[in-house]
């Protein structure tokens, strides 16, 4: 079952209509208007799927299974059936949001076995010269043609590729200058890109910390809700994803006068 097209101008605003819709789903719900309640559902899906979208093409790009054995379709029909089922549970209104991510965390769990991550590339990072990240680069852009989008969904416009830039990564006052060193020396798509290459190998848990935190604008305390975690297990988390980051941009690309 495919999301309609929602348009929000912040996720803020996406995140109030969510919250909002909390109270006309019961309703309709009590009222047994399973078909209204379905259409109502697929205007409060579109970031919820573009999480599932992230967690399903990382898996199958790290080759833990095919494109063709699940796509994002799946786990937002089941999550249709696991909102209309236990929507009951939710106490109010304010917890709506939350709840929904940690259903699809759930759903995404049973299917997907988190990864082994990288240790050889984030013990090394600091040894990568300038040609290794670029040959790293282009062999993961080469493969991932075919997998970092799941081909039957490239036209579905609830999916758009992740938009990664270096005021994620650096957020001190004093390192303004860098960050406006790097954007002339890079621009935006090869930020975005390394950025990519670098949470590609991350642990999986780091990796879904930082995308939640930058892509979804989630609060510490929310992902730490979500993934089940500890606040300083998710601070520490992020912290390590920027420092990751950070120090490979660092070993990268030269910052010069």
Known sequence: MK???SYFETKTEF???VTKSFSSLVKLKKEEKQIDFNQLVLKILPEIRKYVNQRLNTAIKKGHFSKKKYKA???IDQLFITIYDTIDEVESEGDFYLWLYKKTN???EDVIVEEEFNELFFRNIDDYSK??????QEEFSIDGEGDLLLLEEIDDVTYTDNEYSLDHVFVEDDEK???EK???QLGEDKVNAHIE???HNMPAAMRIVFYLFTNQKLKIEEIAEIQKKSIPEIEKLLSDAKKAIQRSLFNRYSVSD
Request: aromatic letters at 8%; proline letters at 4%.
């Open 106 to 108: 759930d759903l995404l």
């Open 3 to 5: 999301t309609s097209i």
């Open 177 to 179: 200058e860098l960050i």
């Open 182 to 184: 790097l954007d002339t």
């Open 131 to 136: 040609p290794d990240w670029d040959e790293m």
């Open 15 to 17: 995140r109030l209509f």
């Open 197 to 199: 290459l670098v949470l």
């Open 73 to 75: 379709d799946d786990i």
